[in-house]
Nanobody, 126 residues
Framework: VQLQESGGGSVQAGGSLRLSCAVS????????MGWFRQIPGKEREGVAS???????LYANTVKARFTISRDNAKSALYLEMDNLQLEDTAKYYC?????????????????????WGRGTQVTVSS
């Protein structure tokens, strides 16, 4: 399974971006997928997760601003980011594991996932 993120870039505070994650071989169901972000020198932070059999889960810091979705037909995962803030600046990673999100102890914990993309940079400026 290979994951490839795209859609990152620079945007002013209050703006929007849509990240995409192309999956080379879609893991068989069930599958839990997510978006994480990381700033140099800090731990990778869970942003949102979505399972083939579960509702979306969001970090409190992005709730009501970010939306995770998936298109099984296109083997893709998306992250719609609205009202971006300076603190959203980070490298964003797509991740997946062929398990139900229900069995993960922490669906927003990076150690739960097996497959990772290389990331796409999001920079928010004032």
């Amino acid at each position: 399974v290979q994951l490839q993120e795209s859609g990152g870039g620079s945007v002013q505070a209050g703006g929007s971006l849509r990240l995409s994650c192309a999956v080379s071989v879609y893991p068989s169901s069930p599958v839990c997928m997510g978006w994480f972000r990381q700033i140099p020198g800090k731990e990778r932070e869970g942003v949102a997760s979505l399972g083939s059999d579960t509702a979306p889960l969001y970090a409190n810091t992005v709730k009501a601003r970010f939306t995770i979705s998936r298109d099984n037909a296109k083997s893709a995962l998306y992250l719609e980011m609205d009202n971006l803030q300076l603190e959203d600046t980070a490298k964003y990673y797509c991740t997946a594991i062929p398990l139900s999100c229900r069995v993960l102890l922490r669906p927003l914990g990076s150690r739960e996932y097996k497959y990772w993309g290389r990331g796409t940079q999001v920079t928010v400026s004032s």
